[in-house]
């Protein structure tokens, strides 16, 4: 049996709390290496992203798995026109300054291999964020 839309949304709502809505626009194909993205990059993207936020901001207590940001990211590739991308619904703790956290989550993206464009990131809202991110089905979901 298959859970409902409704339940999904209850279980990842319950990883939370939530404080960012981050959406990252990816490359279609590197142009070093001349591959394609494929899901695996996505995931690894994604999670290679999260980690360096962590790093950052913890340092050796997330190297040590004692301290993280909550994570939620999934993974989307549009139609031809439209580009791959990733959205996350990222919490930070109540201990972190706002700003300190906001610094990460810019310096990051910059060191990404696979970004193009921009990054855009809001204060989270609400769980239609959440609702957004499955938007593609739950198997494009990555809890981190």
Not at 63 to 79: D, P, T, V
Not at 109 to 115: F, P, Q, S, T
Request: aromatic residues 12%; charged residues 20%; proline residues 5%.
């Amino acid at each position: 049996m298959r859970p409902s839309k409704d339940e999904i949304l209850q279980f990842l709502n319950g990883l939370g709390p939530f404080d960012w809505a981050v959406t990252i626009n990816l490359k279609k194909r590197h142009p070093h290496y001349q591959t394609q993205i494929t899901p695996q990059i996505f995931e690894q993207t994604g999670r290679h992203y999260l980690s360096l936020v962590n790093k950052a901001l913890f340092k050796r207590q997330y190297r040590y798995g004692h301290a993280k940001l909550n994570g939620i990211f999934c993974m989307e590739i549009g139609k031809t026109e439209k580009r791959p991308h990733l959205h996350f619904a990222i919490g930070s703790n109540g201990q972190l300054p706002k700003a300190d956290v906001l610094r990460e989550l810019n310096k990051a993206h910059a060191k990404l291999d696979w970004v193009k464009g921009d990054i855009h990131i809001a204060p989270y809202q609400d769980v239609g964020w959440l609702g957004y991110l499955v938007k593609t089905g739950f198997d494009s979901v990555v809890l981190h």
